[in-house]
């Protein structure tokens, strides 16, 4: 049947498709050890990197650094700018979002972590409920597991193959049953199938497979005293030669001792075989792949995780046959921890209660030691400790003096900047949000939301700027507004020059070393959204936009108990700061004349006024129909001329132009000196002033001017068409600007200039 040859067709398709996906992440299997040389030979930095070196590219490749500075002006930089979004935010089921204050914190501990100064230490992200330091943590895990297993984050592990034909002159009785093979592999544990070659089906195997519990560096296996000699051989002299040979961060390379199973292994070959290439034939190097779910590199517990009875491990079968090939029971003792699992990779723990107490208390010899007894034989735990921590957790390892020198906390507080915050609530109710808000006002959000996470006092910023008095319209008196952008990275354009001179490298410093406290008091991350929640169900609307009003009436009528979170008088500078922010881009947008509107502006003018009023005439310079009406002529002489002209001003300038125009510019520099309309003494004086008073009187027709006013209120209404052509293209123009440059939608534009207008922002920033 026709739809079976169908099925079967896309059946087929589908196994090629399989076959060619699952073969490419299969595509590394084990190596034998000299084509593990021959990698270490062309990429020396690639192959020899430990779990400290490894987890620092991660962090590399994930974390883009920006060229941008902080600002501009400032040359030393304080803040690098940090673009964790791959790290931390795509493909992520639930992103976690860095600010500016804490990348840095944490870009500057993985720089440590690299060097190997900081080993042997655990890493406690420690900060308030609901800072999000479990996604923080899991995401990076996440993203761990993921780099591991690529190419560009994979290493290497000790594999042997203990050739069975060598070792016992083909003695069939040690032949493996397929049974044997099956419960091997089950019993190693590792049964991710997909990525290991699967020892059991290999039915007609003529060795026994031994992994490195310990996921050992191949290199390792080397004797220690042969390392030098063999690498100074193998890589060519270039940096990382020197860097390999000199630095501490490599210092493993030389000194670490390969696990003592490894170990016990060489010697036994050696023993049989004296011939230390021939031991190396049997060792082979295959890919260290991460599987948190399995425990292998990356294990996670969680507080209510019950301990193993069990913590020794070994493996009955393998030992046997280990045993059986060397004859000698007690050579090769196959028994390891549960941390070796982790040997080279990740223990994590999610919070320092419950089991995790125990855990952590276990950690405490490991980490002073770097070792591990299991029974009588030493085992060694190179990993990467991490734990979260809440602030009442702190106690519970207070018993424990000697382990504070062995911890490094990294704070990680509330989000106190600004951008931060918003994206948090863009992503939990959806980008669409931003569209209901007038600009500014979301933004304004967080800042209420982080006014409560910031100190009210600052020595520093004391000592920066003397008298507050002089920002009352852009900052509260605390400066905590500054403070939080600063925070984000930005020196406000308000700023006066003085104080920008002072604000050198030292001064940026201070400001930011007493951010270090900020952020573990005050609405927390689940308060905000709570509160976010709240204050949007109640205010958006379909037909307007959220204003600051709107805001500023919410946090008023606020509960009691977030409400005290707020310092007096914050809302008060907040609005004012919007205030002045707001007519400032209405501002920006009405000067916003280029130099051919302008002109066509003059040449209109003077066209109009050599005409009769009412008249309905064709400029002779630009070729547009004007309509010569007393509104037009008083739209352009606005611009023209100074405030409060009379109707007799107004005709004597007319008066003037038309004299000018037609005893000098038309009669003698365009008709004898040949000039254009615009190298007339005419046009440039009448341009000249067009400019200065532009500048001077941007907001005038806000101020002045009732109609102006009117048809912006009248704006998308049966009543706007009835307004003068000139006024309407006026106000066109405005809210075009404002959509342009500010990111307004046009509705969202008129109602800012009707906030202007009714607020009559424009005489009270006179
Ligand atoms: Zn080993």
């Known amino acids: 049947m026709e739809t079976n040859a169908l099925n079967k067709t896309s059946v087929d398709q589908t196994l090629d498709l399989l076959d060619k996906n699952i073969t490419d992440s299969q595509r590394l299997k084990p190596v034998p050890f000299e084509e593990f040389l021959n990698m270490l030979n062309a990429k020396p930095s690639h192959m020899l990197r430990n779990i400290f070196q490894t987890f620092h590219d991660m962090i590399k490749c994930y974390v883009d650094e920006s060229e941008d500075t902080i600002a501009g002006d400032i040359d030393k930089l304080t803040f690098t700018k940090y673009d964790c979004s791959r790290l931390f935010v795509e493909d992520s089921e639930n992103p976690y979002f860095t600010d500016m204050l804490f990348a840095n914190r944490f870009m500057k501990q993985m720089e440590y972590l690299r060097h190997g100064a900081q080993q042997n230490r655990i890493y406690i992200f420690y900060g308030p409920h609901g800072c999000g330091k479990s996604t923080f943590l899991n995401n990076l895990l996440k993203k761990f597991e993921i780099y591991a297993n690529t190419e560009e984050g994979l290493r290497y592990e000790i594999v042997w193959r203990l050739d069975i034909k060598k070792l016992k002159d083909k003695d069939k009785s040690l032949s493996i049953s397929a049974f044997e093979k099956l419960i091997h592999y089950v019993e190693k544990g590792e049964g991710d199938g997909m990525k290991h070659e699967p020892i059991f089906t290999d039915t007609n195997a003529d060795y026994i497979e031994v992994p490195c519990i310990s996921h050992d560096n191949p290199f390792l296996a080397i004797p220690k005293d042969q390392r030098r000699i063999v690498l100074d051989e193998l890589i060519k002299n270039d940096e990382f030669k020197w860097r390999l040979f000199t630095e501490k961060e490599y210092e493993w390379v030389f000194k670490e001792e390969v696990c003592t199973i490894c170990s016990s292994i060489y010697h036994s070959l050696m023993e049989r075989l004296g011939n230390p290439s021939e031991v190396f034939k049997m060792l082979y190097a295959r890919p260290y792949y991460f599987n948190r779910r399995l425990g292998t590199g990356i294990s996670v517990f969680n507080p209510g995780d019950r301990p193993l009875k069990q913590n020794i491990v070994s493996n009955e079968m393998l030992q046997k046959r280990i045993n059986a090939l060397f004859q000698d029971s007690n050579v090769i003792n196959y028994m390891y921890s549960r941390f070796?699992?982790?040997?080279?990779?990740?223990?994590?723990?999610?919070?320092?209660?419950?089991?995790?107490?125990?855990?952590?208390?276990e950690l405490h010899n490991i980490i002073s030691e770097g070792l591990h007894k299991v029974e009588d034989i030493e085992e060694r735990v190179d990993s990467l400790f991490f734990a979260l921590m809440n602030p009442e957790d702190k106690r519970s390892i207070r018993d424990f003096p000697s382990f504070e020198d062995r911890i490094q906390y990294i704070d990680i507080p509330y989000v106190l900047d600004v951008k931060t915050e918003v994206k948090i609530y863009n992503n939990i109710f959806g980008r669409h949000i931003e569209g209901s808000f007038l600009p500014m006002v979301l933004e304004n959000f967080a800042r209420i939301i982080i006014c409560t996470r910031i100190g009210k006092k600052s020595m520093a910023l004391a000592e920066w700027i003397k008298d507050t008095?002089?920002?009352?319209?852009?900052?509260?008196?605390?400066?905590?507004?500054?403070?939080?952008?600063?925070?984000?990275?930005?020196?406000?354009?308000?700023?006066?020059?003085?104080?920008?001179?002072?604000?050198?490298?030292?001064?940026?410093?201070?400001?930011?070393?007493?951010?270090?406290?900020?952020?573990?008091?005050?609405?927390?991350?689940?308060?905000?959204?709570?509160?976010?929640?709240?204050?949007?169900?109640?205010?958006?609307?379909?037909?307007?936009?959220?204003?600051?009003?709107?805001?500023?009436?919410?946090?008023?009528?606020?509960?009691?108990?977030?409400?005290?979170?707020?310092?007096?008088?914050?809302?008060?500078?907040?609005?004012?700061?919007?205030?002045?922010?707001?007519?400032?881009?209405?501002?920006?947008?009405?000067?916003?004349?280029?130099?051919?509107?302008?002109?066509?502006?003059?040449?209109?003018?003077?066209?109009?006024?050599?005409?009769?009023?009412?008249?309905?005439?064709?400029?002779?310079?630009?070729?547009?129909?004007?309509?010569?009406?007393?509104?037009?002529?008083?739209?352009?002489?606005?611009?023209?001329?100074?405030?409060?002209?009379?109707?007799?001003?107004?005709?004597?300038?007319?008066?003037?132009?038309?004299?000018?125009?037609?005893?000098?510019?038309?009669?003698?520099?365009?008709?004898?000196?040949?000039?254009?309309?615009?190298?007339?003494?005419?046009?440039?004086?009448?341009?000249?002033?067009?400019?200065?008073?532009?500048?001077?009187?941007?907001?005038?027709?806000?101020?002045?001017?009732?109609?102006?006013?009117?048809?912006?209120?009248?704006?998308?209404?049966?009543?706007?068409?009835?307004?003068?052509?000139?006024?309407?293209?006026?106000?066109?123009?405005?809210?075009?600007?404002?959509?342009?440059?500010?990111?307004?939608?046009?509705?969202?534009?008129?109602?800012?200039?009707?906030?202007?207008?009714?607020?009559?922002?424009?005489?009270?920033?006179?």
């Not at 700023?495 to 002072?502: A, G, M, S, V």
């Not at 400029?619 to 002209?645: G, K, P, W, Y």
């Not at 007799?648 to 520099?669: F, G, P, S, W």
């Open 469 to 766: 008095s002089k920002y009352k319209n852009f900052c509260d008196d605390q400066l905590m507004l500054l403070k939080m952008e600063l925070f984000s990275g930005h020196i406000p354009k308000w700023l006066k020059e003085e104080d920008i001179k002072t604000l050198d490298n030292t001064m940026l410093k201070k400001i930011i070393a007493e951010s270090e406290i900020y952020g573990k008091e005050g609405l927390s991350g689940r308060d905000a959204i709570k509160i976010f929640d709240q204050f949007y169900s109640q205010y958006a609307k379909e037909d307007r936009l959220i204003n600051m009003p709107d805001l500023c009436t919410f946090f008023n009528k606020l509960d009691d108990q977030p409400k005290k979170m707020i310092p007096q008088g914050f809302l008060e500078s907040l609005l004012r700061m919007y205030d002045y922010s707001v007519l400032q881009q209405v501002k920006e947008s009405l000067y916003y004349y280029n130099e051919e509107q302008i002109a066509k502006d003059i040449k209109n003018y003077i066209s109009a006024v050599t005409n009769e009023l009412d008249s309905i005439v064709k400029c002779i310079f630009t070729q547009e129909e004007i309509h010569v009406t007393e509104a037009f002529l008083e739209s352009i002489e606005n611009r023209l001329l100074s405030e409060d002209m009379d109707k007799k001003r107004r005709q004597e300038i007319r008066n003037d132009v038309l004299k000018e125009y037609t005893t000098r510019a038309l009669t003698h520099e365009i008709m004898i000196e040949g000039k254009n309309i615009t190298e007339t003494r005419l046009f440039e004086s009448l341009y000249d002033r067009y400019v200065h008073n532009l500048k001077k009187k941007v907001l005038e027709p806000f101020i002045e001017n009732e109609n102006f006013r009117n048809a912006i209120k009248d704006f998308d209404t049966e009543k706007y068409k009835a307004h003068d052509k000139r006024i309407k293209k006026d106000v066109k123009f405005l809210l075009d600007n404002l959509s342009g440059k500010f990111g307004y939608s046009t509705q969202g534009a008129n109602e800012a200039c009707i906030y202007v207008i009714d607020n009559d922002l424009a005489n009270k920033f006179k």
């Open 340 to 361: 070796a699992k982790i040997n080279n990779g990740i223990y994590a723990l999610m919070d320092i209660k419950a089991h995790n107490i125990e855990r952590m208390v």
